[in-house]
């Protein structure tokens, strides 16, 4: 209980600084909110009344102060630039990053396991060499670029899915949710990639441990041996490592999002970033920082509830 509670508690207060300072780097940026919205009608009269309008004239502190009272509580402020609540602009863009991440995850998790036992279950210089020449290929290839050639191959030329036109979650998911599998796929390949020559780096030094060979000693199988001692072991950190990517699934999907036109978190922070709409830029750039952080927690509480002596 007490690793938990620290561990939560620094979920907390890492969520509470990245709030802080992304609310103090709004006011390093250039310009001004309420002349960004006024654009060419901005006189100072206007900018004067929009700022008090919008609570920017108050001091700093006093501002983040009422942010996070709203943040905490649920209210979550109003978006400069739409006049509406910001909960209400972010939480459907929301469900489409969260989908395609969580998609992403899966595949990464389905498919590096076994690929990483396998790879280092069958070991030959061959193999070995067409193996790690395969590896660096799908950890050189950036999102974007996958992305490109599959909405090439699968939409335009195979017609599986129309790249640009994104189905609806509520009114079309199986149709969003295909939509969706190949933009995961840009994001998952060169993630499964690196998390198979971890698995299969961590195999093979396990494969040499004294343990090991006694059990070889007393007629155990090299099956036996993987399955019963040799896993245990190596899926600890593999689960931390996989933790641990969700920062990099978030980063790839704001790019991926763009190259397939989802209307997803990403493309709505980098929009409100350029229109200085602070209230929806900070509200997505917490809950991001909440959701990795949430992760990482989450696989070291698992580490530790498996074995004891970790923390």
């Known amino acids: ?29 250039s310009g001004d909110p309420a002349e960004t919205l006024l654009g060419t009608a901005a006189t100072p009269e206007r900018v004067q009344a929009l700022r008090e309008e919008l609570g920017l004239d108050r001091p700093f502190l006093v501002r983040y102060g009422s942010w996070l009272l709203g943040f905490l509580t649920g209210d979550l402020g109003e978006s400069y630039s ?65 992305g490109v050639l599959l909405s090439w191959v699968f939409g335009i030329l195979l017609h599986r899915f129309m790249p640009g036109d994104f189905p609806s979650l509520t009114a079309d998911p199986a149709g969003a949710l295909r939509y969706l599998f190949y933009a995961a796929v840009c994001i998952a390949v060169p993630r499964i990639a690196m998390t198979v020559r971890l698995l299969r780096s961590n195999i093979a030094g396990e494969m040499q441990k004294e343990y090991v060979l006694a059990a070889a000693a007393r007629g155990a199988s090299p099956t036996m041996i993987l399955r019963r001692h040799v896993l245990k072991n190596v899926l600890l950190p593999t689960v931390t490592f996989l933790g641990q990517t969700m920062a990099e699934i978030i980063g790839a999907a704001i ?12 493309r709505f922070l980098v929009s409100s970033v350029a229109n200085r709409d602070y209230p929806v830029v900070q509200t997505i750039v917490v809950l991001l920082a909440f959701w990795v952080v949430l992760t990482g927690t989450l696989a070291e509480l698992i580490n530790h509830a498996v074995d004891k002596r970790l923390g």
Do not use: H
């Not at 979920?11 to 709030?19: A, G």
């Not at 300072?21 to 006011?27: E, R, Y």
């Open 255 to 266: 790019i991926v999002e763009q190259v397939f036109a989802i209307p997803g978190i990403g």
């Open 82 to 146: 739409y006049r509406q609540p910001v909960w209400e602009l972010v939480a459907p863009k929301l469900a489409s990053t969260a989908a395609l991440t969580g998609i992403s995850f899966v595949l990464i998790t389905l498919l590096s396991l076994p690929l990483g036992v396998l790879s280092a279950r069958v070991r030959s210089n061959v193999a070995d060499g067409i193996r790690t020449a395969f590896n660096q290929l799908c950890m050189a290839l950036p999102p974007f670029v996958l």
């Open 1 to 29: 209980m007490k690793y938990a509670a620290k561990k939560i508690g620094m979920l907390v207060i890492t969520v509470l600084l990245v709030s802080f300072l992304t609310f103090m780097a709004f006011q390093l940026i």
